[in-house]
């Protein structure tokens, strides 16, 4: 079976499956043409039919109508391209079909693909994802209340007279994980097809790090290498010698990844770019330069992955902080870098390129607490996107079936 033809009416039930997930996908042309290429017209209908959380294979055959000989080998092909996370336990495999983003968007630039025209489709999701227009993709995956990710800090950045959180913390999210592996960076990997490399240099492979039962999956279908616990810190720390940003689940516990993103390749941080300023949760710190100390080197501007620091007149005294706050912005020279609070991430990439020690991490005023665990996470933005609903249902259902399940056994 080739890949569908990309008609509305043929990817319709596809598209109105995805957007039952609190992170949609915006129906458009261009939209059309990358589903087209990534499902085929079996595997769409197998995922218009999904519940919304995950299923085992009889279940999926009643649901589509197909036998389970037949959809298995569907399911295996979609699993092989990141279109579903198959899930083995206690002897059953459970079956889950990934959103776009997170998900199957960017699995599809996380290994080597010769099945698919990479150079057309790096194109086509960098353009998708940049649409800012009031009914984009950009708003819909950056403008909502609460993030679907957030940065991480330099725990070295960190004054000793400051408290940071283990879930602030990527060396202590690492040695929790229990599994980590690391795979292409979809960004610099989907840059490459679009011919720009990375201007910090950092590598395509092995600088991205998964976390948990993902890392599992990508690492038994081949997206990942599995990697030690003394490895994944390895990698952090040459992340760090190239001033990355560390970006993670906006969750307290079991985030599934973190990325290493810098200002030039990462999807992330373009959407910061673009103004949508909290698209990425902050962490509970940030950066504060002192002007007696700043002599405008302009090492931290060019390292901000969120361009969140700039000459002190550009920015103005209602968006500084630290000690910026009782200088007289009338009389001050253009040449002093300050922060904007509204732009910073707090990750502390910018704190080890000042030879002048002008630039230091302080703790933010109000720190937001992310959700606990991912369902959670998941449920505050459906709610908060009116699409809270079809969870409820699905979670009814599911626990209906159990209910009788284990009456059967009684």
């Not at 209908?45 to 279940?59: I, Q």
């Not at 698919?116 to 950009?138: C, H, I, V």
């Not at 616990?229 to 952090?236: D, H, K, P, Q």
């Amino acid at each position: 079976m080739g890949h569908i033809a990309g008609s509305k009416n043929d990817l319709a039930p596809l598209i109105d499956r995805l957007n039952k997930y609190p992170i949609g996908l915006v129906d458009n042309s261009k939209l059309r043409e990358i589903l087209s290429f990534l499902f085929d017209e079996k595997e769409a209908y197998v995922a218009s039919r999904f519940p919304l959380e995950e299923t085992t294979l009889p279940e999926l055959g009643r649901l589509t109508g197909v036998s389970q000989q037949e959809l298995y080998p569907i399911l295996e092909s979609m699993a092989d391209k990141g279109l579903v996370m198959d899930l083995p336990y206690a002897g059953t495999t459970y079956y889950l079909l990934m959103p776009g983003f997170i998900g199957f968007m960017e699995f599809t630039f996380m290994k080597n693909r010769s099945d698919l025209p990479m150079e057309k489709l790096a194109r086509l999701m960098s353009e998708y994802l940049s649409d800012a227009s009031q009914n984009g993709e950009a708003n819909e995956f950056f403008g909502g209340k609460t993030q679907l990710t957030r940065s991480l800090v330099y725990d070295d950045a960190v004054p000793v007279t400051s408290e940071i959180t283990s879930y602030d913390n990527a060396r202590e999210i690492i040695k929790n994980s229990g599994f980590g592996a690391v795979a292409y960076c979809y960004c610099r990997h989907k840059k490459e097809h679009l011919g720009r490399k990375c201007k910090r240099g950092a590598p395509i492979d092995g600088m991205c790090i998964s976390l948990g039962t993902g890392a599992k999956f990508l690492a038994r279908r081949g997206f990942a290498k599995e990697k030690s616990v003394e490895e994944l810190l390895a990698i952090l720390k040459r992340a760090r010698s190239l001033n990355l940003t560390h970006i993670t689940d906006n969750v307290r516990e079991k985030p599934s990844f973190i990325c290493n993103c810098c200002r030039c390749c990462c999807e992330l941080m373009h959407g910061v770019h673009m103004g949508y300023y909290d698209g990425i949760a902050k962490t509970g710190f940030m950066a504060a330069i002192d002007p007696a100390l700043c002599d405008y080197c302009g090492a931290c501007m060019a390292v901000c992955n969120a361009k969140a620091i700039g000459p002190a007149k550009a920015i103005g005294p209602a968006k500084v902080i630290g000690a910026a706050r009782d200088i007289n912005f009338d009389t001050l020279s253009d040449r002093i870098a300050q922060v904007r609070r509204s732009v910073c991430l707090g990750c502390g990439a910018c704190v080890s390129v000042c030879n002048k020690k002008a630039i230091k991490m302080v703790p933010r005023k109000r720190r937001i607490v992310p959700p606990r665990k991912k369902i959670g996470l998941f449920m505050r933005i459906a709610w908060e996107k009116g699409k809270l609903a079809p969870f409820i249902t699905s979670r009814a259902k599911r626990r209906l079936r159990e209910f009788f399940s284990w009456k059967a056994w009684d």
